[in-house]
């Protein structure tokens, strides 16, 4: 599939959208993520009120009681508003720090697999040494040591993702360094920069964006545990894990407070696993039946 | 074999030491000094250079590092600053707990995985297959720390079937015997005929364990799904029908046990995950384990619990990551190195 020349582009673009409908789970997972983007967009529109503004006399609100329609926390905030405003921060911290794992992580797998050699062998020794620490705990010790903030949770949980990128970047550069054409792209004597990026790169993209898309998912998860334990966002932000820590005291009075905001993780995780997996599917040849 | 065993072990050797290397450095992008965090903004500069001195911090960091080496290699991880006891003795006082509950939260994840995914690869597009792999997907998605809390507020609060947290009820808090509470409960049945201790230590259990059960339970039955799907695929597996076997037959004796050795390593893999990742299900249970202890040790900027924690955790998922890779050989017929 790889040696075709780039004209074909259109059509097998056409071939993979044509399979990829035919993935029902994959265009769900689409359609949930294309709408948390569209709320978190116009969050300022149709929320309700300031997700931050405090109504004491209304804390503790029922759901569909006052004008809450999921109800109000223990100051007297709105809900629906604080989950919507928190679709931005939640998209945000995941588009961000896997970027940084992309960015980080795609950059060495390229080294590692396109030279080979010593610097394969000393990048993947330390790879499999960041992988030996259990992810949660490293963004944990990375978030307490940087300092709780929103901006640190997105550095450790960008760094806790480097590893899986690089691997999945190395092992299909490896596979497509010895391809003919990029063989005879080197016998014109092309530069290891352009080998890389313009012949290699391209042809590596298919599970590199298999693989952030998962970690978008991981990231949210994360990115919301670290904001419950207190690391990651810092109140008043409207962020769904530290919506959940903040009500976790009034569990036996006002289920709502946690309920909604833990939903919205599931659901937008969800939506992010579902087109992982339908685009594996799609674009990783071995997974075809 | 034994020959496979050994090298995998010296391997391992450098990935340790490397861990332990990177932890003791990642104190280093703290912006603040250790001594100046602990003793509080009010202290005198006086107070603090005393600190520094006692903890070795004004000695250059290759000193520092070659000293915390020398200390580890023995086994001593030096003293936690909260309480001043030697910090190996915390971690071996909470190391059980969580080992408990890892235990059980990966049977319940392995027995109901790999069942529900064999029901999903052997009825393939049916309902039961539908369902699994939606559970599945959903239980993969899951925050962990909300669904603490929800299965809290359903089991706990308002069913009132099970304890909200905590390993045992505290009016039965005695020396344990072998802090396995569990086994502990046995004991005393056997011993004593009084099951109370054991049920109490059982019903502590179930809420945690199911928790942290949930991702993994997800992930087994996945792999399982697609490991069985693969071998029903095989010739073998056509002539075993063919000669007549009855389904049940070829489904557990021909296929299962074929299927079953990427579903051995991903079980050993989420023990692993289990024992170092079980911090947020620690913390939302009060389940007194090396997470919750590590989680406090990291708010109260106890940084050589911290880094002697890390390293514990670490070193642990390490080598049950070997012990998986040696079974896998062992196991296997088709690897022999």
């Known amino acids: 599939m790889n040696d075709k020349p780039q004209s074909q582009d259109h059509s097998l673009f056409y071939e993979h959208w044509v399979q990829f409908r035919k993935g029902k789970s994959a265009v769900l997972g689409l359609f949930i993520i294309v709408l948390f983007f569209l709320l978190a967009v116009f969050a300022s529109v149709i929320a309700p009120v300031d997700p931050i503004a405090q109504h004491l006399d209304a804390a503790l609100t029922h759901p569909f009681h006052g004008g809450y329609l999921l109800g109000a926390d223990d100051l007297g905030r709105d809900i629906l508003s604080r989950i919507l405003f928190g679709a931005r921060i939640s998209l945000m911290v995941g588009a961000i720090s896997v970027s940084i794992s992309v960015i980080v992580g795609g950059l060495i797998g390229l080294i590692a697999g396109y030279f080979g050699g010593l610097a394969d062998l000393l990048v993947m020794r330390f790879i499999d040494i960041m992988m030996a620490f259990p992810s949660i705990m490293l963004a944990i010790v990375i978030c307490a040591t940087l300092g709780p903030s929103l901006q640190n949770a997105m550095i450790a949980i960008g760094v806790i993702g480097i590893p899986s990128i690089a691997r999945v970047t190395r092992a299909s550069v490896l596979a497509e360094k010895e391809m003919d054409y990029v063989v005879a792209e080197r016998s014109l004597g092309a530069s290891h920069v352009r080998l890389i990026f313009s012949a290699i790169l391209p042809n590596c993209v298919a599970p590199l964006i298999v693989q952030a898309t998962l970690a978008y998912a991981g990231a949210i998860i994360s990115a919301a545990s670290l904001s419950f334990l207190g690391l990651g966002a810092q109140p008043p932000t409207p962020e769904w894990g530290y919506m959940v820590s903040s009500g976790k005291e009034f569990i036996s009075t006002a289920w709502w407070v946690i309920t909604f905001p833990g939903l919205a993780i599931l659901m937008a995780v969800l939506g992010f696993n579902l087109l992982g997996d339908g685009l594996r599917d799609v674009l990783d040849p071995r997974m075809k039946e | ?337």
């Open chain 2, 1 to 337: 074999m034994l020959r496979y065993i050994a090298k995998r072990f010296f391997l391992v050797v450098p990935t340790i030491l490397g861990v332990i290397t990177l932890v003791f450095f990642l104190r280093f992008l703290s912006p603040g000094d250790p001594a100046r965090l602990f003793l509080g903004e009010r202290a005198t500069p006086d107070a603090v250079r005393v600190l520094r001195q006692e903890w070795g911090l004004d000695q250059s960091k290759t000193k520092q590092y070659l000293t915390y080496m020398g200390k580890v290699l023995r086994l001593d991880l030096g003293r936690s600053y909260n309480t001043g006891d030697p910090v190996a003795k915390e971690i071996l006082a909470r190391f059980p707990a969580t080992v408990e509950l890892s235990i059980v939260a990966t049977v319940i994840a392995s027995v109901l995985g790999v069942l529900a995914g064999v029901v999903a690869a052997t009825r393939r597009n049916t309902i039961a297959d539908f369902v699994a792999m939606v559970g599945s997907l959903i239980g993969v998605s899951m925050p962990i720390f909300w669904l603490g809390l929800v299965l809290i507020i359903v089991f706990a609060v308002n069913l009132n079937l099970f304890p909200t947290g905590g390993r045992l009820d505290g009016r039965m808090l005695t020396d344990p015997i072998t802090s396995f509470y569990t086994l502990d409960g046995l004991i005393y049945l056997i011993k004593d005929h009084d099951p109370t201790y054991l049920y109490s230590a059982l019903y502590h259990l179930v809420l945690p364990s199911l928790a942290l059960a949930t991702v993994p339970l997800a992930v087994i039955a996945r792999v399982t799904r697609s490991s069985m799907l693969e071998i029903m695929g095989q010739d073998y597996i056509r002539t075993a029908r063919a000669k007549g076997l009855p389904e049940r037959s070829v489904i557990w004796s021909h296929a299962f046990r074929n299927a079953l050795l990427p579903v051995i390593t991903i079980i050993g893999l989420e023990f692993g995950y289990n024992l170092a990742g079980a911090v947020l299900t620690e913390t939302i249970f009060a389940w007194p384990g090396i997470g919750q202890w590590l989680y406090s040790a990291v708010l109260g900027r106890d940084y050589l619990a911290v880094q002697g924690g890390v390293a514990f955790v670490s070193v642990a998922f390490i080598l049950i990551n070997l012990l998986v890779d040696v079974m896998y050989a062992y196991v296997n017929p088709r690897i022999r190195y």
